[in-house]
């Protein structure tokens, strides 16, 4: 017997190793996908203004009462958050952007909004862990009825 590996034999363990590599890296993507908590959309800051503190001339003062329904809604969302809410249509974020809002007795600065868009690398690795294992599958199939032809 021959101590140099034949060429279906390399062939088969290529072909398992692929399959079984690309079936971890699929299921490690289905995993991403599952417990995967980014968020893609826009979102605003607000910051409570000391007594003592000065806010940019540039922006705008404003009641929270002149505010517009949807406006103050989102106003009050974002004070009571424990993180930054994310908002898929910014529509109503462009109105409080750059402003300082008296809200109960205090003044609030409102910062740039923050843009949010998450990579899918989940859908990524399922895919291409897919790809692979289906190769290493064709491979170590052809591999192995080669082999019991011969």
């Known amino acids: 017997m021959s101590a140099v590996p034949s060429v279906s034999g390399v062939a088969l363990a290529v072909g398992l190793f692929a399959l ?40 705008e003062r404003v009641a929270y009462e ?24 910014s529509g109503v974020l462009d109105g409080l952007t750059r402003k300082v809002v008296t809200y109960r007795g205090g003044r609030y600065e409102t910062s740039r909004q923050f843009e949010s868009d998450c990579f899918g690398a989940g859908e990524t690795y399922a895919f291409l862990g897919g790809v692979v294992a289906l190769l290493g599958g064709l491979v170590a199939g052809g591999a192995y009825g080669w082999r019991r032809r011969r």
């Open 20 to 59: 079984v590599c690309g079936g971890t890296l699929g299921a490690y993507g289905v995993y991403q996908q599952t417990t995967d908590t980014c968020e893609s959309g826009t979102g605003l800051t607000v910051h409570r203004l000391a007594a003592n503190e000065t806010a940019d001339p540039a922006l």
């Open 66 to 89: 002149n505010l517009s329904a949807a406006e103050q809604e989102v106003f009050r969302e974002i004070l009571t958050a424990e993180t930054t809410p994310v908002y898929q249509q």
